[in-house]
């Protein structure tokens, strides 16, 4: 059974306040970028320690987080009671990230462990070695690095979609294509900047699926306005690509809902390792389809309105 089967919504006629309402979103999520520096990076990008740890039992992570607020390390005093503390698979693991400080003391990783060893002697393993599932460290010039090719893959990503759309459709549809795309970032980011969530490298695989998934839904459409356009040369090209949206509805729909579903899912029991990336993929699968019909079409509309004046 199709859902939304001969459906007719006057898409066209809200686009104005459709347009309005994300300028508001993404100008408070820009707003809200320079309000704080930037996106909050995690140490994937900054640089930092990273420590997971595996108890006996389940641990609250309130009780990790004191116990790092007062860590003395080779004569020196730290107080990571602030810093990132989540549950790392189960609750009875938790991982700690630390930001990266300068001249920290050697073997750093290893000694924060042995620090949360000892500060719960009834609740941990007996050997040392089953207790640290992980440690590391990232130097903040390979963090930086990271970062720099994060943004290169996204740019790379947008460039090779316009290249391609150009070639398969019109530049006219590159464009709208890449507004819609460039929209559900802005967008993504500045709700993860609001919420003080953490841009990790998962995050920026997150965008990157965004990217894909919005891309996918708005070609969709694009197809459908490439056949109508041959199909009825006497419409309105507005009423053209009204009814091309229409007639894509129930798949974009469907794909929409199972999707957001299958995320929804991840975010609500996923645990906290995998919450930000499906918060992400949540927001990505909205504003994508939302997108694809009030950014993407109505920006193809536009450009075309404009070369026939």
Same mark, same amino acid.
């Given at each position: ?94 991982? &700690?990230?630390?930001?990266?400080? @300068? =001249?920290?003391? !050697?073997?750093?990783? +290893?000694?924060?462990? $042995?620090?949360?060893?000892? %500060? ?100 969709? &459409?694009?197809?459908?306005?490439? @056949? =109508?356009?041959? !199909?009825?040369?006497? +419409?309105?090209?507005? $009423?053209?690509?009204?009814? %091309? ?65």
């Amino acid at each position: 059974m199709r859902i939304l089967k001969n459906s007719n919504f006057d898409f066209m006629s809200k686009k104005i306040f459709a347009l309005g309402l994300s300028g508001l979103i993404v100008f408070a999520g820009i707003f809200s970028l320079l309000m704080n520096g930037g996106p909050k990076l995690s140490i994937d990008f900054k640089g930092g320690t990273l420590v997971a740890v595996q108890y006996n039992k389940d641990i609250k992570v309130e009780d990790v987080r004191s116990k790092m607020s007062n860590i003395s390390i080779d004569g020196q005093k730290f107080d990571f009671s602030k810093e990132e503390v989540k549950y790392f698979g189960s609750k009875s693991a938790v991982s &700690i990230r630390v930001p990266h400080i @300068e =001249n920290s003391p !050697s073997n750093f990783a +290893q000694k924060i462990a $042995v620090h949360l060893f000892q %500060s719960f002697p009834n609740q941990v393993p007996e050997d040392m070695t089953k207790f640290v599932l992980s440690k590391g460290k990232i130097s903040p010039k390979i963090g930086s690095e990271l970062s720099g090719k994060a943004v290169m893959a996204i740019f790379s990503a947008l460039a090779l979609i316009l290249l391609y759309i150009s070639v398969r459709f019109e530049f006219k549809f590159a464009l709208g294509a890449i507004a819609a795309l460039t929209h559900d970032i802005l967008i993504t980011l500045g709700m993860f900047s609001l919420l003080s969530y953490e841009i990790s490298l998962p995050i920026i695989a997150a965008f990157l699926t965004i990217v894909g998934y919005s891309l996918n839904d708005t070609i969709v &459409i694009f197809d459908r306005i490439r @056949e =109508n356009l041959k !199909s009825s040369r006497n +419409q309105a090209y507005s $009423v053209i690509v009204n009814n %091309s949206i229409n007639e894509s509805l129930s798949r974009t729909v469907i794909t929409s809902l199972t999707t957001f579903v299958v995320v929804f899912i991840l975010w609500v029991f996923g645990g906290e390792v995998i919450h930000n990336f499906a918060f992400a993929m949540i927001v990505g699968v909205i504003v994508g389809t939302y997108s694809s019909i009030y950014i993407a079409s109505t920006l193809v509309i536009y450009l075309h309105e404009k070369s026939i004046n």
